[in-house]
């Protein structure tokens, strides 16, 4: 049964702090997004990427984000330093570019930043 | 930025009643999609219409597409408890195979 796995589900965390949030993608999906839901802002694109490239990372703040694809398994999001309006619920979604866009999604990180 | 916005925000109805959430978009787009999100979870992919098609079933769903207008409708019939969960649109524009997403429709079935 394959699924987008996220961990860890929920984090609490100290401002300040640094956050690691890990996605590994459905074996075979060339495309991975990351997304911030929040009461206020709805879903947000934060990242992009195709075959591991960055294509789209203009929705996430580059001073303290940042998202990598070390291998095809495995994608990160970092906050360094963490601060408490970060606190949401991060998805993690892939998908195969040229079959319509449909995302797959995991069950998402819950940031709490106090 | 919201690219689809979704109507009402929130829907309460009967067990057994129908029902129909909209979608209204601002760009052209390739096709537009629904999801569901049940509360603390993830989203579930739920149905793909295409721009060049006008309406699409899946099961107990319904969606219709009018480009003109720009907007969309999901329709599910006989509905269930287990229905209860947010639906959302996203819209798929240019070769970019990004999901925009509106901020959803809350929908609670009452037993």
């Known amino acids: 049964d394959a699924r987008v796995t996220q961990t860890p589900r929920d984090k609490v965390t100290e401002m300040g702090q640094e956050v690691t949030m890990r996605c590994q993608p459905i074996l075979g999906h060339n495309t991975v997004f990351w997304y911030r839901q929040t009461m206020m802002q709805g879903l947000e694109l934060l990242a992009y990427?195709?075959?591991?490239?960055?294509?789209?990372d203009s929705g996430m703040p580059k001073d303290r984000f940042s998202a990598e694809m070390p291998d095809a398994t495995l994608a990160t999001l970092k906050i360094q330093p963490s601060e408490p309006r970060d606190s949401a619920v991060y998805f993690c979604a892939s998908g195969l570019a040229g079959t319509g866009g449909e995302a797959f999604f995991g069950q998402g990180t819950r940031l709490t930043v106090v | 930025s919201q690219q689809g916005e979704e109507d009402p925000q929130a829907l309460s109805i009967q067990e057994g009643e129908n029902a129909t959430m909209n979608c209204s978009y601002k760009t052209s787009i390739n096709n537009l999609q629904w999801y569901r999100q049940n509360s603390g979870r993830g989203l579930v992919h739920l149905i793909l219409i295409r721009s060049n098609e006008r309406e699409k079933h899946s099961g107990r769903l319904r969606v219709t597409l009018d480009t003109s207008k720009k907007s969309s409708s999901l329709l599910i019939t006989a509905s269930r408890a287990a229905d209860t969960a947010s639906y959302f649109c996203?819209?798929?524009?240019?070769?970019?195979?990004?999901?925009?997403f509106g901020r959803g429709t809350s929908l609670i079935v009452h037993p």
């Open positions: 996203a819209t798929i524009s240019g070769g970019s195979y990004i999901p925009t």
């Open positions: 990427f195709r075959n591991r490239a960055p294509l789209d």
